[in-house]
């Protein structure tokens, strides 16, 4: 069997047998959660893009949908987002009607490839999409200008916002409007941070503070490349906004990625965006499980691409008062659950490689300790696994997968990727490790999801043990 043969995963959402990249318009409306993305309708790589669409229920089965907004002859349709207009601020509702817009990126298939913002509208729960005849709404002459994040902003008598880059600026420009349609710059935000590659689909959202009735507010940017694993990357910011302008609470002159504040610490967590208008207040993200450095040769047939699992996102202060992100994964209710022993030689396996596995899963941080987890499968060539070491004295932890690919079907695909060990742990003496393993996507949530790693594997067999090597 070769690689290309490699398994589908069953809770990351992958095309029956297409190409895609980021999330777009995630959104919950009338019980359905949607996942819109960045497909090629037509093919297995990059190209006429346009907005796919999946539902799902539970967060966890996903159906794939016709195309929502297809490219045409004139037009790309780049990334963006989706909210319910409640108020029919922009008029798309008829009585009795709630209309669903969605605000994407237009790229222009002539000339400069100018990119300015759309809209398109559904009035029937987000099967079909009509594009607003007076596009674009928002056009500033740019060719690098995308990913607007729509969101309301205060009470009845709020407004709504836009979040935008100027991509080779290294800005998120912040634009506020009434009615969706009629746009007016408010603030900017960048250069701050990691810039070594183009900025791109940003986010702002609220959080409350674990175990305060405080709130702060999230930037997420993306970058490619320039990410703290190489190649693309997410970063981002805590501070406050106030409708207009957001103001970061930690902004450091350093020049080490590893000062700053990083969603993902793996090479494969890229465009991560929020859910809109999910009930209780929970704060819900996909990002696309893939990197811009080897994305389309991944050893997939026909489908290439899959979303991370739903990350559910809260905001916990730590001990040097920071406020730090943590991700807890929604999992399906059939997940093989694993704990491992703390025997030096302890082993958890499930010989069902088609399950869902979560390993859970402890390192000791005394002095000098260094403990090596190997994930491969029971009956798989010895010697490809995907290797987690952490290091008490150097006080980080490691994803290696240099040897978790059959075939070698890109040079930039071997990593060892490095994540500092959160404080809280060093504090409690030991780093708890929970391991998502499906398919061809590995995901670490470390420290109760206070760093995570996510990480592609192609192996010959899929992952079904993880060991402790004595
Ligand atoms: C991010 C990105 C976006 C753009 C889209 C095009 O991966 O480059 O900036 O809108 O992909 O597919």
Redesign the pocket.
């Known amino acids: 069997r070769t690689a290309a043969g490699t398994p589908r995963p069953r809770a990351h959402f992958t095309a029956c047998d297409t190409w895609f990249?980021?999330p777009n318009g995630l959104l919950f409306h009338d019980g359905v959660y949607h996942l819109f993305f960045?497909n090629n309708p037509h093919g297995s790589t990059?190209g006429n893009?346009s907005w796919g669409h999946a539902t799902s229920t539970d967060l966890v089965e996903w159906a794939e949908q016709p195309v929502a907004i297809p490219c045409t002859e004139d037009e790309?349709v780049?990334?963006?987002s989706a909210v319910v207009d409640h108020h029919n601020t922009a008029g798309f509702a008829g009585d009795g009607e709630t209309a669903l817009v969605a605000i994407y990126?237009s790229?222009a298939t002539d000339g400069p490839a100018l990119?300015t913002q759309s809209l398109a509208y559904s009035l029937d729960a987000g099967a079909t999409w009509t594009r607003y005849a007076a596009n674009p709404v928002l056009d500033i002459g740019s060719a690098e200008f995308?990913?607007p994040k729509v969101f309301w902003h205060g009470g009845e008598d709020g407004h709504w916002v836009m979040l935008v880059?100027e991509?080779t600026e290294h800005l998120v420009a912040v634009y506020t409007s009434p009615d969706l349609k009629d746009w007016t710059r408010a603030s900017d935000f960048g250069p701050a941070h990691a810039v070594g590659g183009?900025w791109?689909?940003p986010d702002l959202f609220p959080l409350r503070v674990e175990g305060t009735d405080e709130t702060r507010w999230v930037l997420i940017v993306?970058l490619?490349p320039g990410g703290i694993a190489g190649g693309?990357g997410t970063q981002y910011f805590v501070g406050d906004f106030d409708g207009e302008r957001f103001t970061a609470e930690r902004l450091t002159d350093s020049t080490d990625p590893a000062d700053y504040d990083w969603l993902d610490f793996g090479r494969d967590y890229?465009?991560a965006v929020s859910f809109s208008n999910v009930p209780d207040g929970r704060r819900l993200m996909i990002g696309?499980a893939s990197n811009?450095d080897y994305a389309n040769e991944t050893p997939t047939a026909p489908w290439r691409s899959a979303m991370s699992l739903v990350r559910e996102i809260g905001l916990t202060r730590t001990r040097g008062d920071r406020h730090v992100l943590r991700q807890l994964p929604v999992l399906p209710d059939d997940a093989v659950r694993l704990t491992l022993g703390g025997a030096a030689d302890a082993v958890a396996q499930h010989d069902d490689g088609t399950a869902v596995l979560v390993f859970d899963a402890s390192a000791p941080l005394s002095a000098g300790s260094v403990t090596t987890f190997v994930l491969d499968a029971a009956d798989g060539p010895a010697g490809e696994d995907l290797r987690i070491v952490v290091d008490a004295d150097a006080g980080t932890f490691s994803c290696d997968r240099t040897r978790s690919a059959a075939e070698v079907f890109h040079a930039d695909f071997a990593s060892v990727d490095t994540a500092p060990i959160p404080d809280a742990s060093k504090a409690a003496g030991s780093l708890e490790l929970r391991i998502v393993v499906d398919a061809c996507v590995v995901e670490v949530y470390a420290a109760g999801g206070v760093a995570t790693f996510t990480e592609l594997v192609f192996p010959y067999a899929p992952y079904t043990r993880l060991r402790r090597l004595a």
């Open positions: 990249n980021d960045q990059w893009m790309l780049f990334s963006g990126t790229v990119q995308r990913d880059v991509a183009v791109e689909c993306s490619n693309s890229y465009a696309w811009w």
